[in-house]
Structures are given as structure tokens and as C-alpha cells.
């Protein structure tokens, strides 16, 4: 008897839309959309896609409670053996929904879940521990390979085979550590780990640790009298409306307004921060970007001009490639406009 599979992808890959339909609500098709086609080709005779859930991936971050009970209660219905979400590549919103859905899933109805991620996507804490996520790459020119992973690991937990170690099957480590034995004792595994280090030859950690981006402090500004000061925030601090459509997490977006003749940003903004409770925000949106200060600093000397931009995003689950990309675009626009410094604000 096949195993039954439920699929879940976003407006996207369902074939909805794109950005356009971002704010749509799940819905159940009885049929097999987008990549769930080539997976349910990829599990022969031991198993079939049963159907395809298909969310926006806005309405899921922004409306998550809805949208995981609409969610749920088609899984409890449809009653699948597992659920598949994804994959997901480097789209932070995506990933986050594919996490949500898998943690849902794992915690309340004791489902497997199999999905894919790039290795920055935010959704790959929140869900690794409870999902097998296959290590993707961070684009959809990578769905080729990446279902065959997804496809192996799924056939293997429904014939409850033992899955080896994430780099002999393709999955991100789960964080899980077993008992493994050895011919070799630790201390002279150590020492033969340590020699090969000194001889530059190739070794593999037992224990591998974190890679943290380092950056070098900038050269601290001589004069701040005579310092221009840029102000920019990942608080999600926009003008009412939000008219740049900036998302409130997994921000795939920058926007940058005309603060030259304000005295402060209360009145007028307001923040669409899907991380924290916004209402101290709201009341004086000065207590996230401080515009109201850096003018009074302008006013008695201790600096020389606050810029006449303001920039902002949201931080929250916002993947570390799109950080890099955001800080680049708005440092360069910052040092070609000669500011000297940035008060970099968060939540």
C-alpha cells in the first residue's frame, strides 16, 4: 500500500502568482501543483502526493494563527502519512511558512515533515530540529536536485529505514548527537587530527563549531560638530500606509523617505514589525528611529547635519544573505551622498 504524502507551497509554486498574490489565504487543491508533480514521480510505487496546500507566503507570516488552522484542519482531513513542504531555497517568508507548517504539524499530530532550505534561510532554525530539511541551493535553479533529496528521505522515514549522517544523505544537521563507536579512542583521534592540521593535510571535526562573520570596526569620526549623521533602522518604522509594501518579517525589501523637513517621525510613521508588540512604537515612533534627537544634536553643535534620508526594513527573520545585500545597497548610497556616520537602530 502507498504511503500518502500532503504537499504544501506557496502562491508561487502553486501557480497562483507572485508578489501580487502574496496576500492570498490557503487553499486545498486535490491535485498535484508545481513541484509536488515531480515528487509524487519521484516515489514510484512507494507513495503518492494527495493533494497540494497552497498559501501566500505574506497572509501566512502575517495572519499565521488563520492560516495554520485552515492548514491543519485540511491535514487532519486529508490524513496523510507525512507532509512534504517546499523547497524553500534562500526565500526568507517561504521558509518561515514551510517552518511554521512543519513545527504544526510535528507538535500536534506526531507527522513527519520533510522540506528543503538554503543554509541562510531563517526558517532553518525554527524548523531543523523537528524536520528533516534538505540542504538546497539558494535558488529554484536548484529544484532539480533538490527533490531527489527530499524524495530519498521521505521514502526512507516511511519505510522507517535508518538515515545516515546530513552529508552522506543531503539533510542540515538537526543538532542531534548520537553514540557512534570507534576503533580509535578520542585522545588519539585528537592527536592524529592535530598533526594533520600542522601538516596542512585534510581533516574532518568531530565537533564543529560556528562560522561568525567578523567585521572590522570603522575609523571613528574626528569631528562629530562636523559630522553629517544618516539614521536607519530594521525597526519596520514607515510612513503610514506602508507604501513601499515593506514586508513585516523576512523583509525582502529597503525604503528610504525624505525626512529634511521633520522634526521628528511621530505623527506621521508608524511600524509594521512583525517581532514585537508595536503599541509604544506607534505612540512615539521616535522611540525606535530617534530623529527627534539627532535634531536636537544638529540644533546645539554636537553634530553637523542629520541626513536628509531616512532608511528602514524589518529585521525580524530577515535571512542573512538579504542583511548583506540591505547593508550594502544603503552603505553605498550613504558614501557616495559623503554621510560620516549611521545611528543603526533596532527594536
Known sequence: MKFRVLYYVNQFFGQIGGEEQAGMAPIFKNENIGPALGFNSLLGEEGE???????????????????????????????????????AFNAGRYGMACAGVANAVVDELGIPVVTGMYIENPGLDVCRAKALVANVTDSAAGMRKALPVMAKLTIKLMKDEEIGLPEEEGYISQGKRLTVFSDKRGSQRAVEMLI????????????????????????????????????????????????????????????????????A???????????????????????????????EYQKEGLIGNVFEYFYTTTGTGTSVGNAIKFGTEIGKE???AGVDGVILTST
Open 265 to 295: 517621525l511621530t505623527g506621521e510613521y508608524c511600524t509594521i514589525h512583525g517581532g514585537f508588540d508595536p503599541v509604544y512604537a506607534n505612540e512615539i515612533p521616535d522611540r525606535i528611529a530617534p530623529l527627534d534627537m539627532l535634531k
Open 334 to 336: 550613504l558614501k557616495e
Open 49 to 87: 502526493v494527495v493533494g497540494t496546500l497552497i498559501c501566500g507566503d505574506n497572509y501566512f507570516n502575517e495572519n499565521k494563527e488563520e492560516a495554520l488552522e485552515y492548514i491543519m484542519k485540511v491535514i487532519k482531513e486529508q490524513n496523510p502519512d507525512i507532509v512534504v513542504a517546499g523547497p
Open 196 to 263: 594533520a592540521r600542522l601538516n596542512n593535510e585534510p581533516f574532518e571535526t568531530e565537533l564543529p563549531m560556528p562560522v561568525f562573520d567578523k567585521v572590522d570596526p570603522a575609523v571613528a569620526i574626528k569631528d562629530l560638530s562636523k559630522a553629517t549623521i544618516a539614521l536607519v533602522t530594521s525597526g519596520g518604522m514607515v510612513p503610514h500606509g506602508n507604501p513601499d509594501r515593506i514586508q513585516s518579517a523576512s523583509a525582502q525589501k529597503w525604503g528610504k523617505y525624505d525626512v529634511s523637513g521633520k522634526e
